[in-house]
């Protein structure tokens, strides 16, 4: 069963959808609605696990997420966003980037599609998916959300304590 919790964040309301077994998507609500079917309201494990991380995210104590993931999407949208998930906190990467990471340099635009389909924004970090020549390009949340997500990755934001992990967990998806 999908289940749904919505959660204020620094930019703006998400959504958070999971099932009891992963975390299906994180959408940036827009005038109070989210794409597609999320199901019914309520929570999971999962959820609880995904609004407490990204809490410790926004306030600076978390770099990297620890959840299950099963964002839906084709063969390729897959490869492209598990390539996205080893872009490190703090670092950006062309659209070219990524199509090389997948073994389709020729596939920038389709790579661009995929970025835009990511059903899991922020802890799938396509908001670090730049222009080849730096700009900021389009992203599902607004460019001024990547913008503040780009800006709150800066690596001086995190002081070493316990609660920076040292080492980058790289996401799997299942």
């Not at 989210?34 to 609880?48: F, L, S």
Request: glycine residues 10%; aromatic residues 6%; charged residues 25%.
């Amino acid at each position: 069963m999908r289940l749904y919790r919505d959660i204020q964040s620094p930019v703006g309301p998400l959504r958070i959808v999971a099932d009891e077994d992963a975390l299906l998507a994180i959408l940036f609500l827009r005038n109070g609605a989210a794409p597609g079917d999320a199901g019914t309201e309520g929570t999971t494990p999962v959820i609880d696990a995904a609004i407490g991380q990204l809490q410790e995210y926004f306030a600076g104590k978390r770099r990297d997420f620890e959840l299950p993931l099963r964002p839906e999407g084709t063969d390729f949208q897959r490869a492209v966003w598990q390539a996205l998930c080893t872009i490190d906190f703090g670092e950006t990467r062309a659209y070219s980037d990524i199509a090389r990471a997948v073994g389709r340099p020729d596939a920038v635009r389709a790579v661009g599609a995929a970025n835009g389909q990511n059903p899991i924004s922020i802890v799938i970090p396509c908001h670090r998916v730049i222009g080849k020549n730096g700009t900021l390009t389009g992203y599902g949340g607004g460019i001024d959300n990547k913008r503040w997500l780009l800006d709150h990755e800066k690596p001086s934001l995190f002081e070493a304590t316990s609660a920076a992990p040292s080492s980058v967990l790289r996401a799997k998806l299942a």
